[in-house]
């Protein structure tokens, strides 16, 4: 494994960083930021900024738009991006869009892709991925989907409620996780203006930065044509996994990045702060702090690497991704619970951004798979195959 980076993604790491330095961080206060994320008009704004530097959806097929990154490749870009909690909603690499164009561009039909995949990977349009429901209905375990997909004639009739759904309120179309008459579970594309299709509400959440919000959304007799099956009846969790394990590492790449604007906020504080008589980083209970989050951002990098690498060659890369979800995920949290405590009484108040990343990040340990739920899955194939790295 050679993670040394290449002279071209070098160039785009540093453009990437200029950007999100130059362009993104001083609109950081704009006002048309909603307890739901960014208002459409404002998310427009941010995507337009990024399309004149060619920075929009850069991880999707030249063909669409995008750069074709490789895993490394989209490591190293979505960590800068992750420095601002706008970048990636400017640079429409956010999920749940994120991962949706990734599995449109692996799974769907060439038509599919020109209806739905290129104005998403355009920025012209959000998505949203409905898998998950209340309960007893399918949450960490998916073998629980209860929404239902009936066959009728050319059609499906697609019944049934999913909640934590991210940018529905707003998304264009939505890729809906049904089990069909067979028993099997299905994905299927319906544009959200199609009856049948109801946004109950926008559920209150401690993370404001996705656009759209987490909504609850009902269908209700919604009739889709078999056309509009994404890939083949029966293999929606086949299809999940193309999906979920890269979303998980992505999800890691930008909190990253998120976690080091905290770590830097802290550590000017503690740089110019004076207190007893020295510098707040001369005294060993901050300093240590600060040293400890070094550490953690160090190697939640190499771990993500280390996975992005191994899906660039190929692999699954499930086992892989879940480790970096949890160690990365529960990283990312305590580098910013430290940069709060360093800020002191700044620290939980909106005199700096970090109590807004403390917000942010929290739900990082759960969506995508809780940690438990992980380290479970992780503990299973140690009962098959025993402790062989």
Not at 97 to 109: K, P, Y
Not at 274 to 303: C, P, T, W, Y
Not at 362 to 371: E, L, V
Request: charged share 25%; aromatic share 8%.
């Amino acid at each position: 494994m050679d993670f040394s980076l290449t002279p071209d993604l070098l160039e785009l790491q540093q453009r990437t960083r200029a950007f999100i330095r130059d362009k993104i961080i001083p609109l950081e206060s704009d006002p048309r930021q909603t307890p739901h994320g960014p208002t459409e008009e404002f998310r427009r704004e941010l995507v337009a900024l990024a399309a004149a530097e060619g920075l929009v959806a850069p991880h999707v097929g030249v063909e669409y738009g995008g750069l074709g990154l490789s895993h490394v490749g989209k490591a190293v870009v979505f960590e800068e991006s992750g420095y601002s909690l706008l970048g990636p909603v400017a640079m429409h690499i956010f999920a749940p869009d994120e991962g949706n164009m990734h599995l449109l561009e692996a799974v769907a039909s060439t038509e599919q892709k020109e209806r739905w995949l290129r104005p998403l990977a355009s920025g012209a349009t959000r998505s949203c991925f409905c898998m998950t429901e209340p309960a007893p209905g399918a949450g960490s375990d998916p073998a629980a989907l209860r929404t239902t997909a009936r066959k009728d004639g050319n059609h499906y009739v697609i019944n049934g409620d999913k909640w934590f759904i991210t940018g529905a309120e707003g998304a264009a179309f939505a890729i809906i996780m049904a089990k069909d008459d067979d028993g099997n579970a299905t994905m299927f594309l319906a544009d959200m203006d199609t009856p049948g299709i109801e946004i109950v509400r926008t559920m209150d959440s401690l993370d404001h930065a996705f656009a759209g919000g987490h909504g609850v959304v009902r269908f209700n007799n919604l009739r889709v044509p078999a056309s509009d099956i994404l890939g083949e009846p029966g293999k929606g969790f086949r299809y999940a996994q193309v999906r979920l394990a890269p979303a998980r590492l992505t999800h890691c790449m930008r909190w990253l990045g998120t976690a080091r604007r905290a770590h830097q906020i802290a550590t000017d504080y503690a740089l110019r702060r004076e207190v007893f008589g020295s510098k707040l980083i001369g005294h060993e209970g901050v300093g240590f702090m600060l040293a400890d989050n070094e550490m953690d951002i160090r190697m939640s990098r190499l771990s993500i690497l280390h996975t992005a690498w191994t899906l660039d060659q190929g692999a699954r890369g499930t086992v892989e991704s879940s480790m970096a979800k949890v160690f990365v995920s529960e990283a990312v949290w305590r580098v910013v619970d430290r940069s709060v405590q360093v800020l002191g009484g700044q620290g939980v108040t909106g005199e700096t951004l970090v109590a807004r990343i403390f917000n942010e990040v929290r739900g990082f340990r759960i969506y995508d798979g809780p940690s438990e739920v992980h380290r479970w899955s992780i503990a299973q194939r140690i009962g098959r195959n025993g402790a062989n790295w």
